[in-house]
């Protein structure tokens, strides 16, 4: 079977983002976002893409739109619903839901496996992360990052797989 990742940055309260961008910068997290998703289908929600000033590099982008005649701002795959996007995504091993707030929720359900980065702060927000049920979702790594002079915030990588 195919692992489907939902990979994302949330804060204590759940905060994803505020105005379609991120409410705090951490370069560790990029970096690690772009070692796990690059080479991978990265689906999301078309809000999501368009906050990207361009496509990401070596990842196949899969938009999920409910208007059946978007045109996407780069070259990307558009499904009208997540089934059809996690149909397709599931030809490779590996594939990544990147949000937003509501593809995320659609997708709790559907996923493998969940990168989570925890940050130890709370938000402002318009958009916000599902909370994780833990009769669904265990806890299989943690890896703890403290602040430091380029992240203003503490943060901890956690790994969730599905239990039920």
Known sequence: ??????????????????NNDLPWHLPDDFKRFKQL??????LMGRK?????????????HIVI?????????????????IEEAIKYAQQDDVSFIIGGGEIYKQAMD?????ELTRIH??????????????????????????KDDKHTFDFTYQTFERIS
Request: with cysteine; net charge negative; aromatic share 10%.
């Open 48 to 60: 999501t893409l368009e906050s990207f000033p361009k496509a990401l590099p070596n990842r196949e």
């Open 65 to 81: 739109t409910r208007d059946k005649n978007y045109q996407p701002k780069f070259d990307c795959i558009v499904f009208n619903t």
């Open 121 to 146: 702060a709370e938000f402002e927000a318009d958009t916000f992360f599902p909370a994780i049920d833990l009769g669904k979702w265990k806890i299989v790594k943690e890896e703890h990052h403290p």
């Open 1 to 18: 079977m195919s692992k489907l990742i939902i990979i994302a940055a949330a804060a204590e309260n759940n905060a994803l983002g505020i």
């Open 110 to 114: 559907l996923a493998t496996h969940i």
């Open 37 to 42: 998703t690059s080479g991978h289908k990265i």
